[in-house]
C-alpha cells in the first residue's frame, strides 16, 4: 500500500510538472533515411519551442546511439521542424528508434512518440549483408561497416583485407567494426569479409579509397593553324579505377573520351581561345585553363615525303612536302639533322613555307641520314615532330694527297711511308698508290703502282733519286702529289740529345726550341725502341709555328719504350733536332737481371750481373736492390740507384751458405728477383800461404843459421865440439903396454858390463888416432873438464884407484868397448854413490867383454887388456863367438835398461846417442880416432847437426 | 554399344582417354594457379572457403554409373564450367577495374582455353563422339548469372566461387578419365608418376 501510494504521488507530481511548463510534445515525428550518405531525416510538427532533445536508439539492445539538445527551425511553409543526423554506422545495420521532446530553457515538454528506422537485420531479412558496399571515400578516411549474418547464421569474424579486425556487437545479428585512416585501394577495391565460425565467407564489402583527380600543366596548341590540341599531365594517381570510379575528362565541357592512362590530350575542332579542362570522379573534380592566340602557339607537323632532287660530291638538296596549306603562308624556322657513319649535325634554314635545302659541306662518297623538323619563325613556341629519315649517298671525288714521310732503317736504306687515308680522307674507294722517285740532276724519274694494301716503298739513299712523290688514285681520279725529300746527308742520331717523356693519359707533350730551318713545320715520328727490324712508325705533323705537340696514337701500350723524334721540315731536308723516350704506363721488368753469379773474395762474395735486356725493362730502370734471401724472406743489403752499375759486394761474410736476390726496379716496382747461391769454403789459400810464409820463414832462419854457423864454424866447433888432444904414446906402440891415465869422476862409479866374447885377432891395443874422436858420433866431449882418464894396455897396475878390485880395470875395458856399443853393454849403476858402493857391483860383472876385441874400427883399450888372453875363465872360443843382440860397446849412462832394444846406440832418440859420457860430466868419454878419413866427414857433421838439435854444446 | 565401340578402336580411344586425362590433369594446374593469383588479387586470407550451393549442377557422378553416363555427366559439368568463366570474364571487362595484373588476366585465357580443348577431347569420347551427340540442354541455374545487383563484393564472391568449381570439376575430370583409362593412369603419369606426384604434394 505505501508503495502504491508513492507511485501515485510521483506521477501526479509528474503530470502536474508537464502540465506546467505548458510545452507539448513533438507530433508526427517522421524518419527519412538516407542510406548511402547515412543521414537521417527527422522531422516534427507542433513544437513551438526552437530547441528540442533528440534521443536515438539501437532498437534491439536499448543502447543509446545520439542524445543531444538541437536546434530545429520551423520551416514556414510546411510548419515543421526538421533536424539531420549523420549516423557512423550504416543505417542499415540495425533498427534505430528516435524520440523527441521540446525544451525551453529547463522546460522541457513529453516525449513524443518513438519511431523507428528499421533496420536490414530484422528477421524477415534472412540474407546476410554487409553495409556499406562499393562505397568510394578518400585515402585517410574512418568507415564503420557492419556484417549481418544469416538468420540461425554464427558470426566468426571480420577481415579487413586479410587482417583481422575486432568487431562490435550491434545487434543479435549484426557485428561492425570501424577502421581509420583508410590507405589507399589496390585496382579492385579493399575487401572486408564476413565469415562464420567455420571460416566461410557469409558476405563481405569492397570500399573503394583514393584521391579526387589534380591534373597539371594544360597547354594548348595548333598544328594545322586551324584546330586546337590540349596536353596536360595526369598528375597524383587517383587509385580509383574501373568505369564507375575512373577520372573523366571535359575540354570547353566536351568528353575527352581518348584522355585515358598516359594519353592526357583531347583537341577541339576550332581555336577559342580560352579552354577549360574539367577533371572529375567520384571523389571531387579539378579544374584547368589556359588562353592564347593562335599565332602564338603555333607547332608545325612533321614533314613527309622527304626527297633529295640533287646529289653531288659536296652538297645536295633536301625537299619535302607540307601536309596543310596553310603553311605556304607561315615563316618557318626549320632543323636539318645530318648523320654519316661517325658524325652528326645539324643545320637551320628559314623561310616561308620552307620546304627544301641544300646541304653543304658533304663528304664524298658518304652515306647520309636526313631529318626535318620546323617550328614558327614568328612567335616560335615549339619545334614540331622529326619526320621521318630519308637517306642517300654522295658522290665519289679524288682522293687527297696522302701523308708521306721518309723513314731510315739504316744509313743507307730507307722506307717511304704513307698513312692509309681514311674514309674521309680518300672520297671513294682507293685503287691503288703511285710512288714516283725523281732525280732533277738528271731529269729522270721512276714511277711505280702499288696496290691499295702498300703503304710503303724501300729505297736505297745513296741512289741518284733526290725526292720522292706519292698520289693516290680511286674511281674519280689522283690525288694531288705528296712530297718527301731524300736527305743527302742523314742527320746524326748520335749527337742528339735524348730526354724522357711523360704520358700525361691522353698522350705524350712534346715541347720544344723553335727552329729556324722548320719552313714546312715539324714532323714527330715515334716507333717501339726495342724494335729493330720493319718497325712500325707512326708520325704526326707539327705546324711551323707550333712548337709543341701531344702525341696521340691507338698503338700505344704498357710497358713499351717508344722513342720520339722530332724533325725540322723543310724543302730541302730534313733535320733531327730532339730525341724523347717515354713509356705510356711502365710496368714491372718482365724478367730478371741475367747472369747474376757471385764471387767469393776471402769473406767478401761481389754479385755482379747483366743489364735487363731493353723489350723485359718495361720501363726506365731505376737501380736494383740486393737482398740476403732467409728462405722466404728477403733481407735488403743495398740499394744501388745507379742502374748503370751491375756488380755488388757484400763484405764481412761468416763462412756459410748465402742466397743473394737482386731485383731491377722501375718506376712501377721490381722485377721478381734473380737468387743466386754461393757457399763460402774455408780460406785454403790464405792457410796454405801462412804456412808457406811460416815455413819460408824457418828456411831462412835456418840458412842464416846455417850461414852463421858455417862462418863461425870454428867457434863451433871450438865450443861445441873441441879436438880432443890425440893420446901421447911415448915410444913404440905396438908392445909397449903403457898407461893410458884417464881420470875418472871422483864421484862416478861406471861398470861396464863387457861381453864374454873376446876377439883374438886384437891382442893388441888399438891407437885410435886423435882425429877419429871427432868423427864419433856417439861420443860426448865435456870441453869444460877435459877428460884425464888413463886407459890400460891390457894390464892394470896394481894399486891404482882399480886395485884390489880385478875387475875394475873392466871399467876400462868398458870404456873401450864403448867404442862399439854393439859389443858391449854398460850399465850405470850407482851414479852419484861412493866408491865404497863399487864392490858388490863389481860382482856382478866378473866378464870382460872379449868381443869388444873385435868390435867396430877404432880405438878400444879395454879391449887390449891383458884379461882377454889371460882370462882363465874364458877360453879363446868363447872370445871368437860374437855375441848375438849383443851391443859391442856400454851403454850410455843414460839407459838403465839393459835389454831395452831401444838400447841401440844408433838412435838420434837416445840423449847419450851411444856414447859413454862421464857421470860427472856430459864430455864423451871414448872421442873418435881422427884419422879414420871416412868416418871424418861424416862423424863431424851428424856430430854437429845432433848436438845442435839436442841442445847440446 | 560400348562393348563393341571399345572393340573397334580400343587403341585409339585408350589413346583419347589417356590424352583426355593428361589435359585435365594440366588443366586442373592451371586452374589451381588462377586460384591463388586470385586469391592473391582479392587479399581472401587462404583459411576462408566460400559456401553456398554449388554453380554447377550435374547429378552426382556414382560408381554405379556407365562410363558413358559418366562422360556425359563430366562433359555437362565442364561445359558449365566454361559458361561461367566466360561470363566471369565478361563481367570482369565490363567493370574494368584494370591495374597491373597481366598475370592473372593471361592466366584467365589460358583456362579458358584450355578448358575449351578438355571439353573437346571430353566429347570425342563420348559414344556418340564426333560432334553427333545430342546434348542436354544447359541446366538453368540461377546462380549462373552474376547475382549481386552491382554489389562489387558479391561479384568478386561470384568469381571466387566460378574459380572453386573450376578447381573441383577440372579435378573431376582428371581423376575420372584416369579411372576410365584401362591402365588407371595417364601415359604421362605413367612416365612421369615420380614427379607428379611430389609436385601435388607441395600444392
Known sequence: ?953 | MAGTRTRRGAGSEQSRTARAAALAEELHHECTLLLDLYRKKETFAEELTVGGESLVTVPPLSSQLSPNDMLWRLYSALQQCRNLLERAIGREEAVGNGGDRAQYENQKKTVRDRLGHLLASTRLLLEDGAGTAAFTPEPKNSEIDYPGNGSPFALKLWIYRIFNELEHWTLTASKTLKALHPDGATPKERRTRGRARGRRTRR
Open chain 1, 1 to 953: 500500500m505505501p508503495s502504491l501510494f508513492l507511485g501515485i504521488l510521483l506521477l501526479g507530481l509528474r503530470v502536474t510538472e508537464s502540465q506546467a511548463s505548458g510545452l507539448a510534445p513533438p507530433q508526427q515525428v517522421r524518419l527519412d533515411a538516407d542510406t548511402e550518405a547515412q543521414k537521417l531525416l527527422v522531422t516534427w510538427e507542433d513544437g513551438r519551442a526552437s530547441t528540442f532533445d533528440v534521443e536515438i536508439l539501437r532498437t534491439e539492445l536499448m543502447e543509446i546511439v545520439f542524445n543531444e539538445t538541437v536546434v530545429a527551425t520551423e520551416d514556414q511553409s510546411t510548419g515543421k521542424h526538421q533536424w539531420n543526423w549523420t549516423s557512423p554506422v550504416p543505417l542499415e545495420c540495425t533498427s534505430l528508434s528516435v524520440k523527441v521532446r521540446s525544451r525551453d530553457g529547463q522546460d522541457v515538454s513529453e516525449w513524443s512518440s518513438q519511431q523507428i528506422l528499421p533496420g536490414l537485420d530484422l528477421p524477415d531479412n534472412t540474407d546476410s549483408q554487409m553495409y556499406p558496399e562499393g562505397k568510394t571515400v578518400p585515402v585517410g578516411s574512418n568507415m564503420t561497416f557492419c556484417c549481418i549474418v544469416k538468420e540461425g547464421q554464427q558470426f566468426g569474424s571480420l577481415l579487413y583485407k586479410d587482417t583481422l579486425v575486432k568487431e562490435t556487437m550491434l545487434s543479435r545479428r549484426t557485428y561492425a567494426t570501424t577502421m581509420t585512416n583508410q590507405g589507399p585501394s589496390n585496382p579492385s577495391g579493399t575487401n572486408v569479409v564476413c565469415s562464420d565460425e567455420k571460416k566461410m565467407i557469409i558476405t563481405g564489402a569492397v570500399v573503394f579509397v583514393g584521391y579526387p583527380p589534380m591534373p597539371s600543366d594544360l597547354v594548348c596548341e595548333t598544328h594545322d593553324l586551324i584546330s586546337v590540341d590540349c596536353q596536360w599531365s595526369k598528375g597524383r594517381e587517383t587509385y580509383l579505377f574501373g568505369m564507375a570510379r575512373q577520372t573523366y575528362y571535359t575540354l570547353n565541357g566536351r568528353n575527352c573520351s581518348k584522355a585515358r592512362d598516359s594519353n592526357m590530350r583531347c583537341g577541339l575542332e576550332q581555336w577559342d581561345g580560352n579552354w577549360t579542362l574539367v577533371a572529375r570522379n567520384l571523389l571531387g573534380e579539378f579544374r584547368l585553363t589556359d588562353a592564347a592566340e593562335l599565332g602564338h602557339r603555333v607547332r608545325p607537323v612533321a614533314p613527309v615525303n622527304l626527297t633529295t632532287p640533287e646529289v653531288y660530291s659536296w652538297n645536295a638538296s633536301v625537299g619535302w612536302l607540307w601536309k596543310y596549306n596553310g603553311y605556304e603562308r607561315l615563316s618557318l624556322i626549320c632543323q636539318v639533322q645530318r648523320t654519316s657513319h661517325s658524325n652528326s649535325s645539324t643545320q637551320t634554314y628559314t623561310g616561308y613555307g620552307l620546304n627544301t635545302v641544300v646541304l653543304k659541306d658533304l663528304q664524298p662518297d658518304e652515306k647520309y641520314n636526313v631529318k626535318v623538323r620546323c617550328g614558327s619563325q614568328k612567335n616560335f613556341w615549339k619545334w614540331g615532330e622529326w619526320s621521318l629519315p630519308l637517306s642517300f649517298q654522295t658522290k665519289m671525288d679524288r682522293p687527297v694527297a696522302p701523308d708521306i714521310w721518309l723513314w731510315m732503317d739504316s744509313d743507307n736504306l730507307g722506307r717511304v711511308l704513307w698513312k692509309p687515308l681514311t674514309k674521309s680522307e680518300s672520297h671513294g674507294q682507293i685503287s691503288g698508290y703511285e710512288v714516283t722517285l725523281w732525280s732533277p740532276e738528271e731529269n729522270s724519274q721512276q714511277t711505280l703502282t702499288l696496290p691499295q694494301s702498300m703503304y710503303s716503298l724501300p729505297i736505297n739513299v745513296t741512289d741518284r733519286w733526290s725526292k720522292v712523290t706519292v698520289t693516290a688514285r680511286n674511281p674519280a681520279g689522283v690525288s694531288l702529289p705528296a712530297n718527301v725529300v731524300i736527305p743527302r746527308h742523314l742527320p746524326d742520331a748520335e749527337d742528339t740529345t735524348i730526354s724522357k717523356v711523360t704520358f700525361n693519359g691522353s698522350g705524350f707533350p712534346l715541347s720544344w726550341v723553335a727552329h729556324a730551318n722548320a719552313s714546312c713545320g715539324y714532323v714527330v715520328d715515334w716507333y717501339n725502341t726495342s724494335c729493330t727490324h720493319d718497325c712500325n712508325v707512326e708520325w704526326t705533323r707539327v705546324a711551323a709555328d707550333n712548337t709543341n705537340t701531344m702525341v696521340q696514337s691507338s698503338n700505344f701500350f704498357a710497358g713499351v719504350r717508344y722513342t720520339f723524334s722530332l724533325y725540322a721540315c723543310s724543302s730541302e731536308s730534313t733535320v733531327l733536332l730532339e730525341r724523347w723516350h717515354g713509356y705510356m704506363q711502365e710496368l714491372v721488368p718482365s724478367r730478371t737481371v741475367p747472369r747474376l753469379s757471385p764471387n767469393q773474395e776471402g769473406s767478401d762474395v761481389q754479385l755482379t750481373w747483366d743489364q735487363i735486356p731493353l723489350e723485359h725493362q718495361r720501363g726506365f730502370i731505376l737501380g736494383y736492390t740486393v737482398y740476403l734471401t732467409n728462405a722466404s724472406h728477403l733481407t735488403l743489403l743495398a740499394n744501388i740507384t745507379d742502374p748503370q752499375l751491375t756488380n755488388h759486394t757484400v763484405k764481412n761474410l761468416v763462412l756459410g751458405s748465402y742466397k743473394f736476390t737482386v731485383k731491377a726496379y722501375n718506376a712501377a716496382g721490381e722485377d721478381g728477383g734473380a737468387t743466386v747461391s754461393i757457399s763460402l769454403d774455408p780460406y785454403t789459400y790464405w792457410l796454405i800461404m801462412e804456412i808457406l810464409v811460416a815455413l819460408g820463414t824457418m828456411t831462412c832462419l835456418l840458412i842464416i843459421i846455417t850461414i852463421a854457423c858455417y862462418r863461425k864454424r870454428k867457434w863451433v866447433k871450438k865450443a861445441f865440439y873441441p879436438d880432443i888432444p890425440e893420446p901421447k904414446l911415448p915410444g913404440e906402440w905396438g908392445i909397449t903396454q903403457g898407461t893410458l891415465d884417464v881420470k875418472p869422476s871422483p864421484h862416478s862409479m861406471v861398470h861396464i858390463v863387457e861381453d864374454s866374447v873376446w876377439d883374438s885377432s886384437k891382442e893388441a891395443l888399438v891407437t885410435v888416432p886423435e882425429e877419429d874422436e871427432e868423427g864419433t858420433g856417439d861420443e860426448e866431449a865435456d870441453t869444460d873438464e877435459p877428460a884425464s882418464l888413463r886407459y890400460y894396455n891390457q894390464v892394470v897396475e896394481e894399486g891404482s884407484s882399480s886395485r884390489g878390485r880385478p875387475h875394475a880395470s873392466d871399467s876400462s875395458a868398458s870404456s873401450t868397448g864403448s867404442m862399439d856399443s854393439g859389443h858391449t853393454d854398460v850399465t850405470y849403476t850407482g851414479i852419484q854413490t861412493s866408491a865404497c858402493s863399487l864392490a858388490p857391483m863389481a860382482h856382478f860383472q866378473p866378464q870382460p867383454d872379449a868381443s869388444q876385441c873385435a868390435g867396430g874400427g877404432g880405438y878400444r883399450p879395454q879391449m887390449q887388456s891383458a884379461s882377454c888372453p889371460e882370462d882363465p875363465q874364458t877360453g879363446p872360443e868363447e872370445h871368437l863367438q860374437p855375441p848375438v843382440g849383443s851391443f859391442g860397446g856400454y851403454q850410455p849412462q843414460c839407459s838403465w835398461k839393459q835389454d831395452s832394444p831401444e838400447a841401440d846406440g844408433g838412435g838420434l832418440d837416445q840423449a847419450c846417442l851411444g856414447s859413454p859420457t862421464s857421470v860427472t860430466s856430459s864430455q864423451f868419454l871414448l872421442p873418435y880416432d881422427t884419422s879414420e878419413e871416412g868416418k871424418e866427414h861424416q862423424s863431424s857433421a851428424s856430430t854437429w847437426f845432433h848436438n845442435l838439435l839436442t841442445g847440446k854444446p
